[in-house]
């Protein structure tokens, strides 16, 4: 890890309050427009400090949704694998150069817009990707972190393009996030 992405880092875990939510720009075939998301430092601080060191840096910019399951959620954020323009039949593998975290489990459920880290088997897993829920999954509560809820652009969340089969995996070109921006 690079000694700027670790002070980055640091420095968001030791003030999470600069960091209150994210304003993603969606473009694809399917969506087009802004999220926003209220990050809940409160709740999940070393997964809001990540992600919010990963969006300072530009890492999520040009990431697909690579994974996006009709009536469930749409996942994006891998920054190693995911990056537009590159092969894309890895996406979901990987993660940022940042450190695993520990799971920061809540009493949050995951309630349609709700926003949580993606991670293996090992709850300890969790880096650099997340997912948006379309629907409630409550199956998931207590088993994965939320770290946010959308707060404006479900419209947006819903049309993004769907995958295919269980596993959701688009087809074709996905759409992506062309900007991630931290904002106060």
Known sequence: MSMRKLAAAFALMASPALATGLQIEVEGE???????????EDVAPAHVAQITALAAEGAYDNVVFHRVIEGFMAQTGDVQHGKLGEDLRYAGRGGS????????????????????????QSPDSANSQF???FAPGHFLNGQYTVVGQV???????DAIKRGKGQNGSVIGQPDLMKSVTVIE
């Open 30 to 40: 399917g969506a087009n427009g802004t999220i926003t998301i209220d990050l809940l």
């Open 97 to 120: 150069d940042l450190p695993d975290l520990k799971a920061e489990f809540s009493d949050v459920p995951f309630d349609r817009g709700v926003i949580g880290m993606a991670r293996s």
């Open 131 to 133: 997912f948006i829920m």
């Open 151 to 157: 707060t404006d652009g479900m419209d947006v969340v």
